[in-house]
């Protein structure tokens, strides 16, 4: 089993037991039972979280999970379980990494032939800055992938955090080594000083060195 899969079936196996774990310990009785309101927060709250991370807040299964979950009855954590359930499975088959690797696949592949059809042109500095963005959006996904948040609550409001730090908590969760990490920030730095417009500070075959380094990376 791959690292990523092996997190996430991890990930979600910790969430169907805090959801046993509730229907243990259900308040009242009959079909007035329902979730003791600090588990049922945690619970609610890790769910929610959790499935933002891998399909995003406009997925189907987060609005789902909204709609059926807005109480802490027992049929409610009853249709929270029967999602998280349904992921799980999606994940054991494989379906859920296969498809998302497929499209970010094709996606990067378009991105990087126009960076490459640039540099053949000798157009260094939009070149550094569209290998950027797909090395960015790469690192956003492998976070996505391993349970690694991509942003950040900053007095109330959601911010995303910046490449760099995705690539700390990336090597920091040993998703790569601490050379990849080097080579990583090297390339983010060439990006920044292209988008700052201190275009100056780099070669085109410096730029053509790190879309090979990025293509490669994209590839692992």
């Given at each position: 089993m791959d690292k990523t899969k092996e997190r996430l079936l991890s990930k979600v196996d910790f969430l169907l037991e805090r959801g046993q774990n509730i229907t243990r310990n259900y308040q009242g009785n009959g079909h007035e039972r329902y979730a003791p309101s600090l588990l049922?927060?945690?619970?609610?709250?890790?769910?929610?979280?959790?499935?933002?991370?891998?399909?995003?807040?406009?997925?189907?299964?987060?609005?789902?999970?909204?709609?059926e979950v807005r109480s802490s009855y027992y049929y409610n954590?009853?249709?929270?379980?029967g999602i998280l359930t349904a992921i799980k499975n999606e994940i054991e088959t494989?379906?859920?990494?296969?498809?998302?690797k497929l499209v970010e696949a094709d996606v990067f592949s378009d991105f990087m032939e126009m960076a490459e059809h640039?540099?053949?042109?000798?157009?260094?500095?939009p070149s550094a800055v569209l290998i950027g963005s797909v090395l960015e959006e790469h690192l956003r996904t492998l976070c996505k992938?391993?349970?690694i948040l991509i942003s950040e609550d900053k007095n109330g409001d959601l911010v995303p955090k910046k490449a760099s730090r995705l690539n700390d908590e990336l090597a920091k969760n040993g998703i790569y080594n601490k050379l990849v990490q080097k080579s990583v920030t090297a390339w983010l730095d060439l990006r920044n000083n292209a988008?700052?417009?201190?275009f100056g500070q780099?070669?085109?075959?410096?730029?053509k060195i790190m879309y090979?380094?990025?293509?490669?990376?994209?590839n692992k």
């Amino acid at each position: 089993m791959d690292k990523t899969k092996e997190r996430l079936l991890s990930k979600v196996d910790f969430l169907l037991e805090r959801g046993q774990n509730i229907t243990r310990n259900y308040q009242g009785n009959g079909h007035e039972r329902y979730a003791p309101s600090l588990l049922f927060s945690e619970f609610k709250s890790s769910s929610l979280s959790f499935i933002a991370t891998i399909f995003g807040v406009e997925s189907v299964y987060y609005h789902q999970f909204e709609i059926e979950v807005r109480s802490s009855y027992y049929y409610n954590v009853d249709s929270a379980i029967g999602i998280l359930t349904a992921i799980k499975n999606e994940i054991e088959t494989g379906w859920l990494i296969s498809f998302k690797k497929l499209v970010e696949a094709d996606v990067f592949s378009d991105f990087m032939e126009m960076a490459e059809h640039l540099l053949k042109g000798n157009y260094k500095d939009p070149s550094a800055v569209l290998i950027g963005s797909v090395l960015e959006e790469h690192l956003r996904t492998l976070c996505k992938e391993n349970s690694i948040l991509i942003s950040e609550d900053k007095n109330g409001d959601l911010v995303p955090k910046k490449a760099s730090r995705l690539n700390d908590e990336l090597a920091k969760n040993g998703i790569y080594n601490k050379l990849v990490q080097k080579s990583v920030t090297a390339w983010l730095d060439l990006r920044n000083n292209a988008a700052h417009g201190h275009f100056g500070q780099y070669d085109i075959d410096q730029v053509k060195i790190m879309y090979q380094g990025v293509l490669q990376f994209l590839n692992k």
